[in-house]
């Protein structure tokens, strides 16, 4: 009976992972097969042939070039706003007593309830009034809008781990505040703001709703829009180029989560304890 339960538990792990990872093998498949349309692709994946001929179409006879610069400069933009904004705002929370310090966090924490798309006709009417409308600065500006409550509590409630002892040290030294958030807190909370900096990089790289309602002009089209016009429709219907641009989009996801996946891990585990 346990050798029963055991091989049962492969096989379903087994045929779990296939189901999970063939749709991924399959857009990986076409980005490399002859061919624009999927109804063309033979089932196996790799059975249709071999080719680059979709890369070299994206980078040489496609703007994906300036779709990519784009939702680069958006993302990362965004990224370190939403640090810079969040890892401050997280230490004034954690280490100074106010007036309204809770009414303010709960503010913020309530303003998460309601989905971004919720407020979308006064986000536009504000973006018309400041002339920021069909402009990529404008998407930051509403990207750093959604990220920095959410992440300011969760900026906090790492920073409310690490001893205030540090902060007591710096001061007898001399440190200002200021100082002291740049020197001591800083380094010490890299892994939470890696993960906050990897986070908010992530949505507005490949965000489709907000840019389709915000930029209108196609000198302004980010990854998602450009790409979405190669399956848009009937009368275009160019999956293999879509799923070569698809894989394009994951190398910077596969070489930052690499590169960070230790500092990834430690922001789990917290900080220095009282």
Do not use: C
């Amino acid at each position: 009976m346990e050798k029963f339960a055991r091989n049962f538990v492969i096989v379903f792990v087994l045929v779990t992972s296939l189901v999970v990872l063939y749709p991924l093998v399959y857009v990986f498949s076409a980005a490399f097969s002859p061919g624009t349309s999927i109804a063309t692709l033979s089932i196996a994946p790799f059975a249709d042939g071999f080719t680059l001929e979709h890369f070299r179409f994206l980078f040489l006879e496609s703007n994906y070039p300036l779709w990519f610069r784009n939702t680069l400069l958006i993302a990362v933009l965004t990224s370190l706003g939403t640090v810079a904004l969040a890892s401050l705002t997280a230490y004034v929370f954690s280490r100074f007593r106010f007036a309204f310090k809770k009414a303010l966090m709960l503010s913020m924490l309530i303003l998460q309830i309601f989905p971004a798309f919720v407020g979308m006709i006064a986000i536009l009417i504000i973006l018309w009034r400041i002339n920021m409308h069909d402009n990529i600065y404008g998407m930051v500006l509403i990207y750093l809008a959604m990220n920095v409550p959410f992440s300011t509590w969760m900026v906090k409630g790492y920073m409310d781990t690490i001893s205030r002892s540090l902060d007591e040290a710096a001061r007898i030294d001399g440190a200002s505040h200021f100082r002291t958030f740049l020197s001591v807190i800083l380094p010490v909370a890299r892994p939470i703001l890696v993960f906050l900096a990897i986070t908010s990089f992530v949505a507005p790289w490949m965000d489709f709703i907000l840019p389709n309602l915000v930029l209108r002009s196609s000198e302004n089209q980010t990854l998602a829009l450009g790409l979405f016009t190669f399956v848009m429709d009937d009368t275009r219907n160019e999956f293999t180029r879509f799923a070569a641009g698809a894989i394009t989009v994951a190398v910077p996801f596969i070489v930052a989560f690499i590169a960070t996946q230790k500092l990834l891990i430690a922001s789990l585990s917290g900080a220095v304890k009282e």
